[in-house]
């Protein structure tokens, strides 16, 4: 078969310290499987089992399921008779059972997006087998029916559709509560477990017509099958696309023994990290519960205790529970399993020190018996990434170089963020406690269900619990309140990964989904009510709290000074006010990329003298308005380069279209009119005058300059006034200014003779000079082609990709947005290459205005100041392109400071 005869094995086995594969399998063997083979080589234990690899996923999407089975038959025949060896139990045996958990397994994690089957294997005789064996009838029980259950949603499509379905299982589960007048699972007898397989079977042949399938090998079967069609449900596409995983992808099975945490008080299970995912602080700390499954920590439904005594008792703080209450109901592992404890501990220490980075473990203890389950590259906050990378530098775990790659730039985004200022809070505004599972300030209108978190411009979607199905509700709210669930509930665990604030488990909130309403105590929260959650503290509080920017840490510190020993490119900034140049020299800008003069002429005393400029017909009226226009943006260049004292401040010329100046509103217009003294009939006809149909391809950039020298006049005399004046006062200013939209080379020169004129006469009567460059931005792709002849003349290039980007793939900017979804949904374009720097494309354009510009000046200063710059992907292309630096706004100068380094750590 064609599709099929590149592939090699298909099945790896692993178990009792070995196994077929390894670590650095993962594309293979997915991250989950990779990593279960190498604990097995570290001797570990782990439950022996088998990976079915990520080739068979892609494999199974093109020729279907018999044929997969056929092709897969005899190495899993072989795998399921190595894990029998270990267990010494037998795979459809009615005596003596073997049951099998079938997970998923990208090469990534993507935790809940895809399907598992747990407890497979049991049918009505081998349940029996199983009772016997374990001398515990409701244990089995129990399993059977949480099997048929997962296996009628997963497998036989009994999964509820949306929300306002019921989960035909869950109902009958509630219904059965209700008659016998109980409230937990844990209460049901083994009379009422047997009474929900018969019914949980029944329901499944009337919705399906097909009856439970008792014959392992099919459940076995069947589950591998729902696994790979899993990567391809909703909730896995939609996961892959916000983190841009591709769909040929695939992902692994994993089918190993159960073991179970279930099988009385000397069972339990747990979740555990090497470091603390919220803050990156080096403690060992985690969640388990003694008599439980998996997902019985996770769900929620449950308060989990603590796994070390520390921890334990700072939860009891938070969770305002006595030390006698704690110890009583809520000990942690260390004080009741001591043996188990220590046998964890070690563990956590042997992989930490394996992987070289923290971990996110599952643990199983079976009948007082430890298995580790699995272990991953623990998800964790921004803060949680600094720390980790910058103390495992310490700790020389890991050189700086791995430091450095260790940290996602964007992630360093949310150390940014503002948080609660303090000084505006009240005491009795705080009304309940959570736990403060992601870190972070959010303010929010409450809404309760995820598919409505965008009901509202800023929302915190407020649920009991969140789960998988929940998750782009997460990404689209500010922030996440649960009532229910730990440190590792889902809502926790996600919201770290997505760098959003969230408190979890606050106790005291009831939340009434039909009515939409939240309590807590006396108080009613509704839907669109207002509240704020501090992610840090776990405080709940009522209404809106104002903000105040974040402090950083001194790892934050370590790692930027660490990124400047690598970078070879410098990061510069984009900025148009002293407020941002200030903001931006503070995260360590060298300097000003871009400001764009426009901006400067819209504030309420400047746009008046603006439209008295542009209406004007002659050019004395043009020059008398900009004379009233030169002191304001003198001044505005005297704050900026004051600001960035020493530094380098690219300056560019007026670049958008006249019309977007003049009112287009007939009010405004009337207002104008009289301002003016003019009539209105005037006013409407010279703004009839500027439409353009193409504004973006029509009077704008440097073509207004060349039309109006007397801009540039005035705008080349603030800038070398401005200068001069801070020189006097023993302030240095670096002025470079620049010529935006140059397409030849004339335009550029006929600009150059303008500022050096202008220049030179307020040299001459002020007796004193300044240093300034003149140089151009590269944004219209003929300047690509004539770039060794612009810069025989021009200081220095900065790419505008903005414009490049526009007018390469001819998308217009302001309309992009109208098919920019559908082309990216369909796959026609892979990334939006106004947010990413188009490397086929307008990238080449880049790399050949580069080196055409140093073909006739080899030391042209080159550097890019369009939306990219401060995109880590685009950042990575300017450092192999050649560049010297790279300005991006104010808060994504950090970001770029580390993808400066990445790449030329990468480039070496
Ligand atoms: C650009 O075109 O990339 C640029 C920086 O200029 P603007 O966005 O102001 O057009
Ligand atoms: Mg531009």
């Known amino acids: 078969m064609e599709t099929t005869a590149e592939i090699g094995t298909r099945v790896y086995k692993f178990g009792d310290k070995q196994a077929d594969g390894n670590g650095g399998m993962k594309n293979l063997l997915g991250g989950k499987g990779a990593n279960l083979a190498e604990m097995n080589t570290l001797g570990i234990p782990v439950p022996p089992g088998f990976t079915i690899t990520t080739e068979v996923c892609a494999e199974y999407n093109k020729i279907g399921k018999k044929a997969t089975v056929d092709l897969l038959k005899e190495d899993v025949n072989l795998a399921i008779q190595h894990i029998e060896e270990i267990m010494g139990a037998t795979f459809n045996d009615p005596d003596n059972p073997l049951l099998i958990s079938v997970r998923s397994g990208a090469r990534v994690s993507m935790p809940g997006m895809m399907d598992t089957v747990l407890n497979l294997g049991l049918n009505d005789k081998a349940v029996q087998g199983l009772a016997k064996m374990t001398g515990n009838d409701r244990f089995a029980w129990d399993s059977y029916r949480r099997f048929i259950q997962m296996y009628g949603s997963v497998v036989m499509g009994m999964k509820p559709k949306t929300k306002e379905d019921i989960d035909p299982f869950e109902e009958i589960i509630e219904h059965l509560k209700e008659k016998r007048h109980i409230q937990l699972d844990t209460e049901f007898t083994v009379q009422d477990l047997q009474d929900l397989v018969y019914d949980f079977k029944e329901v499944i042949r009337k919705t399906t017509g097909l009856k439970f399938p008792t014959d392992p090998w099919e459940q076995l079967w069947g589950s591998v099958m729902a696994v790979f069609d899993s990567w391809n449900g909703d909730r896995a596409v939609y996961y892959r696309k916000m983190h ?109 020190k394996h992987y070289r980075d923290m971990q996110d473990m599952e643990f199983t203890i079976q009948d007082g018996k430890l298995w580790i389950l699995q272990t991953r590259n623990g998800k964790r906050t921004g803060a949680a990434m600094v720390k980790i990378a910058i103390d495992l530098l310490k700790e020389e775990l890991i050189d700086e170089k791995e430091a450095l790659l260790r940290i996602e730039p964007n992630k360093l985004d949310e150390l940014l963020h503002p948080v609660f200022d303090p000084a505006g809070l009240e005491k009795d505004d705080i009304v309940a406690q959570g736990l403060p599972a992601s870190p972070g300030a959010a303010t929010g209108q409450i809404v309760f269900f995820a598919d409505e978190a965008d009901k509202f411009k800023n929302t915190i979607l407020t649920r009991i619990e969140t789960s998988p199905e929940d998750l782009e509700g997460m990404n689209l709210a500010k922030g996440i309140l649960t009532a229910r669930g730990g440190m590792t509930s889902h809502a926790a665990v996600v919201a770290r990964g997505m760098g959003k604030c969230c408190v979890s488990g606050a106790g005291a909130l009831k939340i009434d989904y039909k009515n939409r309403v939240m309590r807590v105590e006396k108080k009613e929260f509704h839907e669109g009510d207002w509240i704020s959650i501090n992610g840090t503290t776990g405080n709940i509080i009522e209404g809106k709290v104002p903000t105040m920017e974040p402090e950083l840490s001194g790892e934050f510190a370590e790692l930027m000074k660490l990124s400047d020993k690598y970078a070879t490119m410098e990061v510069r900034t984009n900025a148009d006010t002293p407020k941002d140049a200030k903001v931006a020299r503070s995260f360590g800008a060298l300097g000003i990329g871009l400001t764009r003069t426009e901006h400067m002429f819209f504030e309420v005393d400047r746009i008046m003298a603006m439209r008295e400029m542009i209406l004007a017909d002659t050019i004395k009226g043009r020059k008398f308005a900009l004379k009233e226009l030169l002191p304001m943006q003198q001044k505005d260049f005297e704050g900026i380069f004051e600001m960035m004292e020493g530094l380098p401040v690219t300056i560019r010329l007026l670049d958008p279209p006249l019309h977007e100046f003049v009112p287009h509103q007939l009010a405004t217009q009337k207002e104008l009119a009289e301002d003016l003294h003019i009539s209105l009939a005037a006013v409407k006809n010279k703004v009839a005058d500027l439409h353009e149909f193409n504004p973006m391809l029509g009077h704008r950039g440097c073509r207004l300059g060349n039309t109006y020298p007397e801009i540039t006049e005035m705008q080349a005399t603030a800038i070398i006034q401005a200068a001069l004046n801070l020189k006097a006062k023993g302030i240095m200013a670096k002025p470079e200014i620049m010529i935006p939209l140059v397409g030849t080379v004339n335009e550029f020169v006929e600009q150059e003779k303008i500022i050096r004129a202008t220049a030179e006469k307020i040299f001459k009567k002020r007796k004193d000079r300044i240093d300034y460059l003149i140089g151009t931005m590269i944004e219209v792709p003929r300047a690509v082609m004539v770039a ?105 100068v950090p970001i770029a400071r580390v993808a400066a380094a990445q790449a030329a750590i990468r480039s070496d």
């Open 244 to 352: 841009g995983y591709p769909p040929d992808w695939g992902t692994a099975v994993n089918v190993q023994a159960m073991v179970y945490g279930n099988m009385g008080d000397n069972s339990g299970t747990g979740v555990c990290f090497t470091r603390d995912a919220a803050t990156g602080e080096n403690v060992f700390n985690g969640e388990y519960l003694i008599n439980a499954q998996g997902e019985d920590v996770v769900a929620g439904v449950r308060t989990p205790q603590q796994i070390t005594k520390q921890g334990s008792k700072q939860w009891a703080k938070l969770a305002q529970v006595v030390e006698d209450e704690r110890q009583d109901q809520f000990p942690s592992l260390e004080e009741i399993m001591p043996r188990i404890y220590k046998e964890l501990y070690t563990y956590q220490d042997t992989l930490e």
């Open 788 to 892: 060794a002849e612009i810069a025989k003349h021009a200081d220095f290039f900065s790419f505008g990709t903005n414009d490049l980007t526009q007018m390469a793939y001819g998308y217009s900017r302001d309309d992009a947005s109208k098919f920019m979804k559908v082309y990216l949904e369909k796959g026609i374009l892979t990334e939006d290459p106004f947010e990413v720097l188009d490397r086929e494309g307008v990238g080449q354009l880049v790399v050949m205005g580069t080196e055409n510009g140093r073909s006739t000046k080899p030391d042209l200063k080159v550097g890019i100041c369009g939306e990219h710059g401060g995109e880590p992907k685009s950042v990575e292309f300017c450092h192999q392109a050649g560049m010297n630096y790279v300005s991006c706004s104010p808060y994504r």
